[in-house]
């Protein structure tokens, strides 16, 4: 079966830290870009970060502010999201998602979505 | 940037009906570059369309996408139970709509 699977969430006070990670499976994970997207009950669907498949390429989007690194270990099957210095709005579900275009300088659509993982931000 | 707007918000129809779901982007989307995504209670999002038309495996021929330009539309025959659902439209490599809520009465 072709899944994604995150890991990783929690509860974290501001300024804290979390790894978050997602195991591919089913498929050849050196062969597809990666991405997290985030979601939340006001600002609905954000792109957080992409990662080329040989990983030389990374992106994240402008709120990120040199917080968040993105990266992967193809041998592992594995991506990675390093979440630092973290604020209360970055409270949110991430999903690990796919994308299936071949593009190495930015997403463009997903094909293939984790179930997510939750990462609240309180104190 | 351009910004997807989706309406109506809410859609709310008896099974067999047909929803008609639109996603209206503030400039031109170049080369249909839009995807349609389908997310059900307590799931993920799932593809169901890419380049404003194109059907994602495993997605059935009742849901059809449309449009072209500023202006898209998401067009699901004879809506069943499994359709509830909260529909979005992302413009390839920007944002998200803030999507619509489609519910069986």
């Known amino acids: 079966e072709v899944k994604l699977a995150e890991s990783g969430g929690g509860s974290v006070q501001p300024g804290g830290s979390l790894r978050l990670s997602c195991s591919a499976s089913?498929?050849?994970?050196?062969?597809?870009?990666m991405n997290w997207v985030r979601q939340t009950p006001g600002k609905g669907l954000e792109w957080v970060s992409f990662i080329s498949r040989n990983g030389e390429n990374a992106y994240h989007a402008e709120f990120v502010e040199g917080r968040f690194t993105i990266s992967r270990d193809n041998a592992k099957n594995s991506i990675y999201l390093h979440l630092n210095s973290l604020r209360a709005e970055d409270t949110a579900i991430y999903y690990c998602a796919r994308d299936p275009t071949g593009y190495i300088y930015g997403f463009n659509y997903f094909d293939l979505w984790g179930q997510g993982t939750l990462v609240t931000v309180s104190s | 940037e351009i910004v997807l707007t989706q309406s109506p918000g809410t859609l709310s129809l008896s099974p067999g009906e047909s929803a008609t779901l639109s996603c209206r982007a503030t400039q031109p989307i170049s080369n249909n570059y839009l995807a349609w995504y389908q997310q059900r209670p307590g799931q993920a999002p799932r593809l169901l369309i890419y380049?404003?038309?194109s059907r994602a495996p495993g997605i059935p021929d009742r849901i059809r996408g449309s449009g072209s330009g500023t202006d898209f539309t998401l067009t699901i025959s004879r809506v069943e139970p499994e359709d509830v659902a909260v529909y979005f439209c992302q413009q390839y490599g920007s944002a998200f709509g803030q999507g619509t809520k489609v519910e069986i009465k």
């Open positions: 089913g498929f050849t994970l050196d062969s597809y870009e």
């Open positions: 380049g404003a038309s």
